[in-house]
């Protein structure tokens, strides 16, 4: 069995930039079909030909004779004036440059124009399009695509993909320079320090701060006791020169016993009146930060002297480093955890489509509507694309190509013509014998 024979491709030549060569066997089977027509056509208008001069030397006066002589003449008149018609499409004939011949080498740029106005005015119009596109059911479709897991990993894939190249095309100094005025602007257009003190209510009312403040006593209380000695040293220093060393250590051990067990004692017992104090002072703190005027500019100040640090720079170019790094090691791995949720929601909108038959209704008006858009206000576009595309096709190469397509059956046309010719012939004899 015979393999089948590869299908043409239609990829502009990157040679002469018209229309690809189709592969070499396609090639080789149309031109020797092309020539197999051409060889059937030239033998009917031969064997008219034929018969006419064998009629006309040797058929004598005899009735059947004229007859056939009027079916050969008007099959070589048939057959000659379809070849000259089917090669004036594609050369001049017999290389002679009369008029209206070689019509697709000398008329390509017309019919590439007039080729776009009729696609455009036939097929890409406004209800056209959308009448196609909604009976198509596209959310339906679409659907029924996205829910498949394979493709769902392959457009989670390609919008990790493009995400990882969009970030690549951006300069990072202008994302820097961006970010850092997102910050800074959201920072200037809030007040720090009623949101401080916001944040220090809420805490209070909800007695977090009590946990907080047992972590500083605990922590406090490890500190004494794992830095002793070098709080006994500061202290030698600062002792008067006449107090006996004995004393100096008895009353640092003093010192140091009467703080653990007051720690211990806030630690155990939240009422501590020590701890009471506190809270006062962080409602306080919290009271002022809210509503007075001093603590609220002097908030702002500490806001602009954080702000024109240069670490705050360095703080963002980081955060913008650290998602490159991480966007494109999560696009390189298919099992990345941020690859998996993107599947996940692709999926997820599958089914929600087909759940909502009310959605994918809606998905196919955007998309009939989008379409209806482009086609309206992109008309001349489309004309331009079809016209370009084909202007730029080499006109010889162009008509060659088409022969080869188009040939075979426009040989055809030369074989009937002989034949219609020939019936022609033979019955305008028969009414002229008739009205003799």
């Not at 006419?52 to 000659?80: H, K, N, R, S």
């Not at 769902?152 to 994302?175: H, N």
């Not at 140091?256 to 806030?266: D, F, N, R, S």
């Amino acid at each position: 069995m015979t393999a089948p024979t590869p299908a043409p491709s239609s990829a502009p030549s990157p040679e002469t930039g018209g229309p690809a060569l189709p592969p070499v066997t396609a090639q080789a089977e149309r031109k020797r079909r092309l020539a197999v027509m051409k060889r059937r056509a030239s033998l009917f208008l031969l064997g008219a030909s034929a018969v006419f001069v064998v009629v006309t030397v040797w058929g004598g006066d005899a009735t059947w004779a004229g007859y056939v002589q009027a079916a050969a003449e008007g099959g070589m008149v048939g057959g000659l004036a379809d070849w000259f018609a089917v090669t004036a499409l594609f050369r001049h004939p017999l290389g002679i440059p009369i008029p209206h011949t070689a019509i697709i080498v000398e008329r390509k740029d017309q019919f590439a124009e007039t080729l776009g106005e009729f696609i455009q005015d036939a097929f890409l119009t406004p209800d056209a399009v959308t009448s196609r596109i909604r009976a198509a059911n596209v959310g339906d479709r679409v659907a029924a695509w996205l829910v498949d897991p394979a493709n769902a990993a392959r457009v989670s894939a390609e919008v990790m993909d493009g995400a990882v190249q969009v970030s690549d095309l951006v300069r990072d100094e202008d994302v820097h320079r961006v970010l850092q005025g997102v910050v800074r602007d959201r920072l200037e257009t809030v007040p720090v320090a009623p949101m401080a003190g916001r944040a220090l209510d809420f805490l209070i009312r909800d007695g977090r701060h009590q946990q907080a403040l047992s972590v500083a006593i605990r922590e406090l209380d490890r500190y004494l006791l794992d830095h002793g000695a070098e709080l006994r040293a500061q202290l030698g220093t600062k002792s008067p020169w006449w107090l006996p060393g004995a004393a100096e250590d008895r009353l640092f051990e003093r010192l140091m016993e009467g703080a653990h067990t007051l720690l211990q004692a806030m630690l155990v017992d939240e009422g501590h009146h020590l701890r009471r104090r506190f809270e006062e002072r962080l409602a306080q703190l919290a009271q002022d930060l809210q509503h007075d005027e001093a603590y609220r500019e002097r908030g702002e100040e500490l806001k602009a002297e954080l702000l024109a640090q240069p670490q705050v720079g360095e703080w963002v170019a980081a955060l913008w480093t650290d998602a490159k790094t991480q966007l494109r090691s999560q696009a390189a791995d298919p099992d990345s955890d941020l690859r998996r949720r993107l599947t996940d929601v692709v999926i997820a909108t599958g089914e929600r489509l087909q759940r909502e038959p009310e959605l994918a209704a809606r998905l196919d008006d955007a998309v009939a509507t989008g379409a209806a858009y482009l086609v309206e206000h992109f008309h001349g576009e489309i004309v331009g694309l079809v016209a370009g595309t084909i202007e730029r096709w080499d006109a010889e190469e162009t008509a060659e190509r088409l022969e080869l397509l188009l040939g075979p059956d426009l040989q055809f046309i030369r074989i009937n013509g002989t034949v219609v010719g020939a019936l022609a012939g033979l019955t305008l004899h028969g009414f002229a014998q008739i009205l003799a």
